[in-house]
């Protein structure tokens, strides 16, 4: 019997596996009762993943924050105008920042860690951008808390940020390029007990900050200084 990764079982599980996977892993499920519940588990994290984002995706926008993604739109060029549109719907910051958030917690769910990895660009998510730019350690904007600021080896600023609505928190690092952009360097969510999580780890955040050097106050003051001014 083909063996079947913990990859395309979520793929399957999503419905995004290709027609020749879809029937290796239905083979598999008719023979194997373990990988059924495994399947089912996994279902029912998805779903509660759903359901502890759709408050971000109700939330209305806080206008702390739509002023400072509306100051980044007005430095941008063509997509400017456009962006500042799409600003004015209420729901467009949330939906945003939930669908990078989902999209990354399906592809690994428990620890994903890609520091030099272009899909990794927060730009996709402007509102956690935004709070990573003027956020000081501790302060949150709805849904969206900073957590502790930090510099890695190469002396880049990183910052740990929680996305929770109480039910199932969701801690992730971002740390800042050298071309200007927040990149995520890890993302880990805890789930119940008894959820099926594919192949990972947890406490991956603590162990990678552990390596790092907090972030000093007056230097965070001087980063966030430099990101409100920048031209």
Request: aromatic content about 6%.
């Amino acid at each position: 019997m083909t063996k079947i990764s913990d990859e395309l079982l979520a793929a399957y599980a999503d419905g995004e596996a290709g027609m020749a996977d879809r029937a290796a892993v239905e083979r598999a499920l008719s023979q194997d009762a373990r990988l059924r519940r495994d399947l089912e588990r996994y279902r029912r994290l998805r779903q509660e993943i759903d359901r502890s984002f759709a408050p971000v995706l109700s939330a209305p926008t806080p206008t702390r924050l739509r002023k400072a993604i509306e100051a980044a739109a007005e430095r941008a060029a063509a997509p400017a105008a456009s962006l500042r549109r799409r600003l004015k719907r209420d729901c467009f910051i949330p939906a945003a920042l939930a669908a990078s958030f989902a999209a990354g917690l399906f592809l690994g769910v428990a620890l994903m860690r890609a520091p030099g990895d272009d899909s990794r660009l927060l730009a996709a998510s402007p509102a956690l951008a935004a709070a990573l730019d003027s956020l000081h350690d501790a302060e949150a904007i709805g849904a969206v808390r900073i957590l502790a600021s930090y510099r890695n080896s190469e002396l880049r600023v990183c910052r740990r940020f929680s996305v929770s609505d109480g039910r199932l928190p969701v801690e992730g690092l971002a740390c800042f390029a050298e071309d200007g952009a927040w990149r995520l360097a890890a993302l880990e969510a805890s789930a119940p007990a008894d959820a099926y999580l594919p192949a990972g780890e947890t406490g991956g955040l603590d162990r990678l900050t552990a390596l790092m050097r907090p972030l000093p106050q007056d230097e965070l003051e001087a980063f966030l200084a430099a990101r409100r001014d920048r031209p």
